[in-house]
Every structure is written in C-alpha cells, then in structure tokens.
C-alpha cells in the first residue's frame, strides 16, 4: 500500500453510502463479496463432509414454509424500520449519530459472520489482534508511549468511563494496601517517591499521605515491593488482601478507621458542570456515591474554569477530603466544549506539592477524543498549529486553545474515546486508554504474578482485564477498517472532523448574521467542536418558562420526539435544559441576553436551547441541489412562528 | 401470519446459513433485499434534494483513489477473518459459540443501516419498542406477570448480572433509607409487612431487621411511604437522600454506626461453587468485595446443594451477617448444570421466619435461561413434564428435576439470559430480567416521581433505567426477528436447545461405552443441558499433574489455542481446571475414578477435564457425509495418543 504516501486526499464523498444512497453499487458489491468469501470459507473446511442439507431437503414443505416465514417476517421488519430516523441525511443535525462509514458497515457484517467474541482469546485469534491494533493506533494519536499504554474497545462510553474508574479507585487506595503488606512482610523501610523529589519510608506515612501518593509513583511502589519481597506470589497475595477490590468497602472503612484512627472523608469526584449525566450513574455503581460528585464551575466557553479548579482543590484539602479523580472532559455533551486538558494538568502538578493533593486525571473524550487527530501529520508526528489552521479556509478551526487541549491528552492518566461517535462506526464500540499499562493488573480477577510471564509480542488475552464478558470482534474488525481507510491524523478523521466544525461555524455565524424579527436567536459562544446551541427570544415570551416551552414545541416540529413521522421533518434538531443547579452562573448570560432575571433563571431551573449536532460533512458544503443552511434557516424561522402560535394560543 | 396454528413443524435445517452455506442463495437474496429497501428509503427521504455524490464525482482520480483503498482493505481483512474458527461446524464443540440463525444475522445488519441507539428513545423510536417486546416475549417465557415485570437487552451476561446486582443491592439498603427519611417525615409509624404475615411499625424496627425485610414488602413500603407522605416529591428527595447510591459506602457506613450503634459485618453474596468468574469481577466493581463471595458447595450433580445453601444461611444468621443475595445457575459455564430452583426458593421462603433472613434470588441464566422454552406450550401455556419428555425419542431429556428448575425460574427476583448465547443471535445481546419493575426507580438517576406520570401504553425510554449508555438498536432486532422465526416455547426455540441436549446425551453415552484402551475416559455426570467434560486416565499418568498436562496437550492439538490453524484440526473441544478450591469435594470422586486420591487432588489444586459444548443441532444427527460422532471419538483417540507422547516424552 502506498496510501501515506500519495498525492491525492482522502474524497469524502467516498467514505459513505451517501445522502440518496449514491454509492449503493460500490457498496453492494463489496458487501456481496464479503458474504460469498465467507460462504466458500466454510465450504472449504472439510469438503468431504459433504452437504448437511441437501437441495432436495429444501423443497419439503415444512424447509418451504419456515424459509417462507423468514423472508415474510423481514418484510414485516424493514417496513417498521422504516419509522426510523434519517440520521444519513444532511438535515438530520440532532443529536451524536450520523450516517456511517462503508467501511465500518461491511467490515462489520463480514465478521459478524465468523462471530468472534473479544473477550475469549481462544475463539478469537483474529479480532482480538485487530483491537489490540486499534487501541494502539488511538493510543498513539492521544500521545501515550506505545510500549507503556494499553487500551481496549467497550460497549460504549458508560463503560469506559465506568473503567476507568474502577481503575483509577484502584489506583488510590493501592498505597494503603501496599503499606498494609508492607508491614506484614517486614517491608515499610521501602521508599517512596513524594513531591519535589523527597522520598519517606512507606511505613511512616499517615493515611492522608497514603492517599495522596501520585498515581505512576503507587504502581512503582508496587513494582518495587513485589521485586523486594523473597516470595513474589506470597507478596501479591498479601497485597491483594488488603485491597479494597477483595475486602469491600464496608469492612474497608472499618479497618481503616481502627488502623489509622483517621476518620478521613470519603473522597471526591470532581467533574466540569457541564459533564455527561452517565457520571451520576458511575458513582451510584461503583458505591462512590453521588453526593461525592463535585461539579467544578464552566467559564464563559462552557470550559471547566482552571481557577474555580485551583480554588475547588483547595477547599477539599483545607477540610482533609482525598480526590479520587478528576474528569476533563472533551467535547461536551451539549456544547462540544474542549475542557484546558493543558491547564488542567498545570493546575493538578502544582497541587502536588502546594496542596499535597494528588489523583489521576481521566479525559472523557467519549464525543470529541477522535478530534485529536488534527494535532497529528501523516508521520505520526505532532503537527503545528498553524498547519491545522491552514486547513480551514476560514482559519478558523481548529483555535489555538482547542488545539492546546486535544494536544495535551497525553498527559492523563485515561482516557475515553468513542469510535461509535466521532469515528463513524456502528454500536457498539467505545474504548478506553491507559497511560500505564500496569493498571490492568489491579482489576484483574487472575493472581497478577501470573501475568509476569507475558511475552509482549504475543497477542495477550483482554478477557481478564475487563468489566465485560463478551464483546464483539465485528466491532473491532469495523473500526480497524474504518482506520485503515481514513487514518488517525489530519489527512484522515481530521480532514472529515474538519469538514463538520467549519459546517458549525457556518451554521453559528449565519445563525447571528439573519434577521429572524420578531424572534431574537440568542446563540451559546462558538463551539469548540461542531455542536450549535441557541436560545429563543420573542416580544410575546414573557418569562423565561414560556420561552422554555418555545424551545420544546419547536423541537417537537423539527424531531420524531412526539411521534411526529420522520418524512414531515424538513431539518431535524435536538434541545436541552442547561440547569442552573449543575451551571450555576455559567447560563446566566443566556438569560439576560433573553431579556430575563438571575432569579428569572433560577425559578425556571434553566435556560432551554435548540442544539444542532453536526455531523454531515456535505451540510454545509453545497454539493446537491438544495442549500442546507439556507433551508435549516427557512425552515427554523417557520417552525418558530407556528410553535409561538402553540406556546401563547 | 398463521405459523402458530400451523400444523408443519420449525425445520431447522433452515433456520442457518449451514456447514457448507447450503442456504447460501436465501441468505443473499434477503441480505440484498434488506440493503436495497435501506437504499431506496434514502432515495425516497426529500428527493427534491438532489444528489450530493454525482456519477461524474465518482470518476475523479481522488474518489477512485478513495474507493480501490477501501475494496483493498476489504480483500485484506478479509484474508485475516479466515484465520478465526469454524464455529458453524458441526466439527465444533468447544467453547459456547456457535453458526447463528439467518434471522438474527440479516436483522442485525439491515438494522445497522439505520444505526438506532437504544439508549435514547428519541433516535430508536422503533427498536426500543422491539426491545421491549423482546423483553416481555423473555419475561413470559419465565413466567413473570407481564403487567409487573420489565426487562432489557444488555451488551451481555457480565453487565445483566451486574446491573442485577447493583438493583439488588438498592432493593436491599432500601428500607434503612425509608426508615431515616420516615423519622424525618414524621412517618415511622408506617407499618412493615414481616413474615408470617406480622406487622411492625417502620421506627420500631432495628438495622439487622431493616436489612431483612423481603425485596417485595421493601418496594410495597415505599410506595406507602410516598403515598402518605403530603409532598411526595419532598419526600422522594428525603429517601434519596438517606440511600447507599447517593451517600456512598463510606459515608454511608459511618452514619449507620453513628444511627443505630450496630457493627453488623458486611453483607454476603452467595453463589455456588461453579458460579462463573465473573462474579469475582462484579462484587469487586460494586465496592462489595471479594471476600464477601461464599461459595456454596454443589452436589454430585454440579448443581447448588439445597441443604447446603441451608447450612451456610444458618451459619451466617448466626454471626448476624446479612445475605445481599443468592444466585442460582441455569446452565453452569463448565458442566451446563440446572441448579434446582424449585428448591432453592423452599429454603429462601423457609429462612425469613425461621432464620429471620431476607434476600433476593437472582438467576444467573446467561448461558441456559432459552431452554426455559420446553417449558412453555406454543399457546404459553406451562407444559407438563411428560409432553416435553415425549418429544425426545430416547425420554430422556429434559429430566424432571431439570423441568422442574426451569420452571421454578418465575419465583426469582431477577434472571440473566443472553440472547447472544444459547438464542443463537449475534454479539452483543445479552437481557435482564427483574419480576418487580418498580426496582427501575431505585437506579434511576432522574427523580423517581417524575416516572409516575408515564403512561403504560407509550413506548417508555429504556435509558434513564440501565447501566450502558448506548446501545445498537440493531441487537434488539435480530433478537426480534429470531423470536419472529423460531418462538420461545417447545416448538421453536425448545426444538432447537432439545436437539442440543439429545446430541450431547448421545456423546455422553458413545464416550461411556467405548473402548479407548490403553485410556480410560472418565466423564462427568450425564449435562443437565449440552455440555460433556470428561477427563483421561492412562497408566503411564504417574500423577494427576501429568494427567492435567496430558488434557492440556490434547486441547491443544484440538482448538487453534496453541496457534494451530483451523483446517489442521479435525475436532475442537476446550478444556478446564475443576478448581479444588472453588469445587471442594465435589470433584473427588473424579480424581478417585482416575486413581488418585484426596491429597493429590489438593496438591494439584484440581481436575482438568476437556469440554465440548454441543450447540450445533446436526452433530449428532447424521444428514451428510460424516458421522460426526464417530468421527469424534477417532479423532480424540488419535490426539490423546499423540498427547501423552508429548507428555511422556
């Protein structure tokens, strides 16, 4: 293959089945072709076994009628299907999803056929190979050390982020069963690495200073207790039993409490105000607690604010509450905002020495971890800013600080990344990726001396390491195509992701240039990705819940929320309440913008918007034979007008 | 549609793209139906807007370019998948992986197409109502009460057993949160339904009794504390407030100390000793802990000892440790026993009066909860044992014992069944069910009284209730379609899963009663569903460690485990370690029928055994060239005679 090297630029309008289905032919015919080689595989597998069903099996009444059956009942279900929603089209701009990659599509029907199951190495020699491949090729786009990182495909972003937590738990309480089995085996005189380049024995630490041992000096500490102790399987053991993983949280904070006699708080999560709901859900699980969730103030550009991080950890070390983790968060939810990763990282450094608070720092790049490949050249180095800008003939995109942030991932501990979002692939396939790939030993159900064998050119089993228990290959063997046919840097997803932010861009800024009179668009800042959110403003609207209920009859007119069929949708939104009690003052703008109160803000409980996600490459770049922008804003203005009349009738 | 009271059975020779794809020709004439009705759905969506892609874009150096990539990628990927293995093969007998059915296959991709995400209603209006209906077809099948039960599709076993566990766990700390918000609310006289149809008022009741009052009296008490509470919102804050998911359990188990000054010890989980190892992965996430796993010893049959099960909640009673709650297993990972359900609920209903111990029973039925369907009539109604007897020639399958759990499975609280396992569909579907829907609530992260407006005929989101974030829509309609072809009752589903047990009776009985001398074959119990484990005696086996090896050689040389490629192995089969220390004596009389006695069966921490799942239904049902039984047992003799030179040598 000589693709890197080649002159000519990946076409766009290759990669999908297309608007109209324009390329069905290619597509046909490669599907086709994926279902025959499959069908000639089997059939060359012991040919002397001859036919199982022989042809005249099949003209029995009883074949006919069940294969009759078949075909009558996916009739049945390609005409239900067809109440679906038009996520292929450019006037679909709702919610995260989006028409696929060809690619992802056959690479996923042909090995669904083999059926591997990534969890099982055994029965998938194959496919296990392929997402081992592909967590590498996401891990060197994030920038962590190939030889160091690990990563691996999930069901979805719930689950990374889900992991990655588990994990990062694991990672903070690990001193304190290091310094447990320390003590049994005679080993607290071992030392460990502290801020500024100190060191103090294991055993003279306190709790609080247990908990606050950063998170690559524990796995070290860990490292050089197994390697001091004479018996390595009997250290692990003894480490192990004194984890939070096999004693339980109950008995835990028991022993704890009578070890250390140290009634420490239960430690903090901290999030941005603008981070996804799944959080809530995360900590319930995991038996954190929501009430552990501290939701770190956004600034103007929905950012979670560096200094409100600063001022956040300090107050928590003031009152001795440990950090379990920080979450940065890529692309938001409903903004698409890019969280300062590179300043979040400053602030977490100073906090080592300057707070003694230290914790692992996990990205949720769920939506936006695929960005990252603007800040990647072909080669795999790092590029340039300006050579990302240059890009954009508008030099708008990427800005210099969402470029600063996408480029600094490397620097976390973890982090997520959805292919099933920003990669174009199909459900199911989330990942997540570790910096230190020694994590994985503390989450795994086997006795981790077991894996020290490992050879590292061997393709090594993901089964053990993992929250979930089957888990398809066809997802790996999708993103892996899709991966070979549109790289990881900016030639590749970075030239599609490209096309969707300055399709935002444009949306956003004919948005505040049209006169929708008597309606006011009142637009959120310009996104860091491609997500486009805007509130309402009419003379008529006279509080702020009336105009809330403005935003949910137009939705109601441009979506299939309310049953409405799809083919009376001309352009398709999405809405969503910016709630004070997770944005505090961050919507407060918004809301004097519409004309409207602090105190109008808080008794409505938030400011509602229209959000267009943009996920079409060809919606703002005029191609057939109807201008999208043009007819999102035609149709805007008219579903407006007949939503007052619903709201104020 | 009148399959049902048509009098020509399921063929199932249909049902499968089969061994040498004789259905070749029907699977690509719907596969091509199915993408082509996508197509034209496209075309038919706006027409007006003409073509983004035209006939002369496609002739461009960059979009031909774009194109021959992705076909050559295609020819590369598909190279790779022939390395994986032939699990359509009737050849195939190892791990729990099989050929899938047509239905499921053709569903799963033409759904891809329209890429529905189960998780927001709002994207799936269509397949989060054929989830539902998937669920509800499962729950009746078990026998839940429809109007009370709900249920969903899951990535998976792991995340259904999971999510049954962290619902567990809130059903079981619900009435210390009911108790703390009633002392706020004014409302600790709200009485409490206790066994023998006694009754106490909510205040009076001390923790150990909060914590044993039964899962339904939990949920009935929080409907009567909502109901007689004046603000009900207030009030659904005030129990939200006083829950484990919102405090966390660090919190939490401080305040309980604090509340009510009891030390109780932390609750256990209690499965039998071949309870898959998941169930270690999942205590630990949920912060439970490892130790809090008791494994309650099996009898000869593999299967949970009831008296057994009794002995240890006596025993826990007794230290006044609380039971989170008890899993029994339909269809364990090795041997595919039936835990005896029916009994396990007897001692359930015995020990809330007489030990004063209250749990939920879970079902872990990921791999055998589908042959519930020999239990259902096609009208649905419950079968009797001796018409689902008479359907197996030889009257042996299903045994009553097995009918008897299988139909026992409605008394649980919840049950796992993957649609991905013994359903025959693609990965990743695997369901939970729960009896009692009002346990949604309890892991809802928005606030429950928001629910109580929903009406009861609306498709009702899934989301706001499940773990995952994101979920193929696609899963819910293969498993659709497949239900569609081949119902969950004794004509459908139940011919299949019987066809199954027959043709691993036949091999059970064929390895009984050959010769393999100078071997001996040694096998397990007669399977409750499909599974076979033997192990191999042999007189230059000096111990049962080189008997061990002896299996792991012969498995090596029959699965591609080793490296081995697919087309150099005649027969597969996997193999596993009978674990001394999860299976006790339960395994003695297989290491004493080996020769060896008690010590060695300690000091070599178990028994290996090779194992063939039988899922492929023409195994033992000779229609083509091969017996494949007898085909079997030549191969085995050949490769264990090559296997012990190995391990002798």
Chains 1, 2 share one sequence.
């Not at 009376?568 to 919507?587: I, M, N, P, Q």
């Amino acid at each position: 293959m000589t693709r890197r090297d080649d002159s000519l630029p990946v076409e766009l309008a290759s990669l999908f089945l297309g608007p109209k289905g324009e390329n069905a032919d290619l597509f046909e015919r490669l599907l086709t072709e994926a279902f025959r080689d499959h069908v000639f595989w089997r059939r060359n597998f012991h040919p002397e076994d001859g036919f199982e069903i022989a042809e005249l099996d099949k003209r029995a009444p009883a074949y006919e009628r069940s294969a009759s059956v078949l075909a009558q009942e996916l009739l049945g279900l390609l005409a239900e299907l067809k109440g679906g929603v038009p996520f292929f089209s450019p006037r679909y701009a709702g919610h995260m999803t989006s028409e696929l990659t060809m690619a992802s599509l056959v690479g996923y029907f042909a090995t669904m056929l083999y059926n591997p199951n990534n969890v099982a190495l055994e029965g998938s020699p194959v496919t296990t190979r392929l997402e081992l491949e592909v967590a590498a090729q996401l891990a060197a786009m994030v920038g962590y050390p190939p030889a160091e990182a690990w990563g691996h495909l999930t069901s979805g972003g719930t689950i990374a982020n889900f992991e990655a937590f588990w994990v990062a738990r694991n990672v903070k309480y690990l001193p304190v069963a290091l310094a447990g089995a320390a003590d049994e085996l005679g080993l607290a005189d071992l030392q460990v690495d502290l801020c500024g380049g100190r060191r103090a024995p294991l055993g003279a630490l306190d709790l609080w200073r247990l908990l606050n041992v950063p998170p690559p000096a524990a796995l070290d500490l860990a490292d050089r207790l197994l390697a001091a102790a004479p018996d390595r399987a009997a250290a692990a053991d003894a480490v192990a039993r004194h984890t939070l993983a096999r004693v339980g949280y109950q008995e835990y904070g028991r022993r704890l409490a009578l070890e250390f006699g140290d009634p420490l708080p239960a430690a903090a999560v901290l999030v941005p105000s603008t981070a996804h709901y799944s959080w809530q859900k995360i900590v319930r699980a995991l038996g954190i607690g929501a009430d552990q969730l501290v939701h770190v103030p956004v600034d103007g550009r929905f950012r979670m604010d560096p200094e409100a991080l600063w001022a956040t950890l300090a107050a928590l070390a003031a009152k001795r509450t440990p950090v379990l983790a920080t979450v940065a968060v890529l692309g938001s939810t409903e903004e698409s905002a890019v969280d300062r990763v590179d300043r979040i990282l400053e602030v977490r450094e100073r906090a080592v020495c300057d707070l003694g608070l230290a914790f692992p720092l996990h990205v949720d790049g769920a939506w936006g971890g695929y960005a990252i490949s603007v800040t990647r050249e072909p080669d795999g180095a790092r590029r340039e800013h300006a050579r990302a800008l240059a890009d954009d003939p508008g030099r708008r995109w990427p800005s210099e600080e969402v470029f600063a942030a996408l480029a600094a991932v490397a620097g976390a501990d973890s982090v997520t990344i959805d292919p099933h979002k920003f990669g174009y692939v199909p459900y199911p396939a989330g990942a997540v990726l570790f910096r230190d790939r020694r994590v994985r030993e503390l989450v795994s159900t086997e006795a981790p001396y077991v894996f020290q064998e490992e050879s590292p050119d061997s393709v090594s089993a993901i089964g053990p390491y993992i929250l979930e228990g089957s888990k398809p290959g066809a997802a790996a063997a999708a993103v892996w195509l899709a991966h070979r046919v549109l790289p990881l840097d900016a030639s590749g997803y970075g030239r599609l992701i490209g096309a969707t932010a300055r399709g935002a861009l444009a949306l956003h800024r004919r948005l505040a240039e049209s006169d929708f009179a008597p309606f006011r668009i009142v637009l959120l800042p310009e996104p860091d990705l491609n997500i486009v959110c805007f509130a309402v403003a009419h003379p008529q609207l006279a509080s702020l819940e009336q105009a809330n209920r403005l935003i949910g009859r137009a939705h109601a007119r441009m979506s299939v929320a309310a049953g409405r069929p799809s083919r009376e949708v001309s352009y398709f939104v999405t809405k969503t309440l910016l709630r004070a009690e997770e944005y505090g003052d961050a919507v407060l703008p918004l809301a004097h913008e519409l004309g409207f109160a602090a105190e109008d803000y808080r008794r409505a409980g938030g400011v509602a918007v229209l959000r267009s996600t943009l996920m079409n490459p060809f919606f703002a770049d005029r191609r057939g034979k109807t201008d999208h922008l043009e007819g999102f804003l035609a149709a805007l203005r008219a579903e407006l007008a007949a939503a007052l009349e619903e709201v104020t009738s």
